[in-house]
């Protein structure tokens, strides 16, 4: 069951303008959502997490947002920089207790220089 | 403290071999995660552990599989009778309890079946 899912399996961006990944989920008892950046040959490392009490968290150049009705969360990376291609899960859980998240299939984001 | 750490991080075996890995994780991080990690798909959450205790493994893909965490430091993921299908990434995780926390990740084991 896919209840976290990640369309886009690929997005292509210049480097210094923006890149927009999204995400969508079906289950409406999920309240805790995060992202990861995983490069080849190395495990998901954490890049910025929001609750479901939130719309917007924002860190640096990277700002999710969440949008609870339509169940829809996204990932803005400003400006763009090569080194931020690398592969990005979006994950979720539920209840105060993160110990089952569910993660998308992933979208590779590419930054050309 | 580096962070998680796994061992191997790569095995090959045959097909009805029982294989092993291990997971150090965070030193303070009182939970720890194990996933599996096919092709094109997202990290799928298997089973884990607050401290010593096995608090879900429903998740489990057969009862080929097992995992142990027996002082609540280490753990470890069997793997028993592998089949050609089993060949994926495994990875661990570990995070503090208690609230929303992230995980941090380990490099992964990645497991080829023969």
């Known amino acids: 069951d896919q209840q976290v899912k990640q369309n886009s399996p690929s997005l292509s961006v210049q480097e210094g303008r923006i890149s927009i990944l999204n995400c969508d989920y079906t289950n409406s008892m999920f309240d805790y959502f995060l992202w990861y950046k995983k490069y080849p040959a190395e495990g998901p490392t954490f890049l910025i997490s929001?609750?479901?009490?939130?719309d917007k968290n924002e860190d640096g150049r990277f700002t999710v947002f969440l949008n609870k009705s339509a169940k829809h969360l996204s990932l803005h990376i400003v400006p763009s920089q090569p080194g931020d291609s690398a592969v990005y899960f979006c994950?979720?859980?539920?209840?105060?207790?993160?110990?089952?998240?569910?993660f998308g299939a992933g979208t590779r984001l590419t930054v050309k220089p | 403290d580096t962070g998680v750490s796994q061992d191997p991080r790569h095995k090959i075996t045959k097909r009805g071999q029982n294989v092993t890995f291990r997971c150090d994780p965070i030193s303070e991080h009182n939970r720890l995660y194990w996933y599996r990690q096919t092709l094109g798909q997202g990290p799928e959450f298997l089973t884990y552990f607050q401290n010593e205790a096995q608090l879900e493994k429903s998740r489990l893909l057969s009862d080929r599989f097992s995992a142990e965490r027996p002082k609540g430091s280490f753990s470890t993921l069997e793997i028993q009778r592998t089949e050609q299908g089993d060949s994926a990434m495994y990875l661990c995780?570990?995070?503090?309890?208690?609230?929303?926390?992230?995980?941090?990740f380990g490099p992964g084991t990645r497991l080829t079946v023969t």
């Open positions: 994950a979720a859980s539920a209840g105060n207790n993160n110990n089952d998240m569910r």
């Open positions: 995780a570990s995070s503090l309890t208690g609230g929303f926390y992230e995980q941090y």
């Open positions: 929001i609750s479901s009490i939130k």
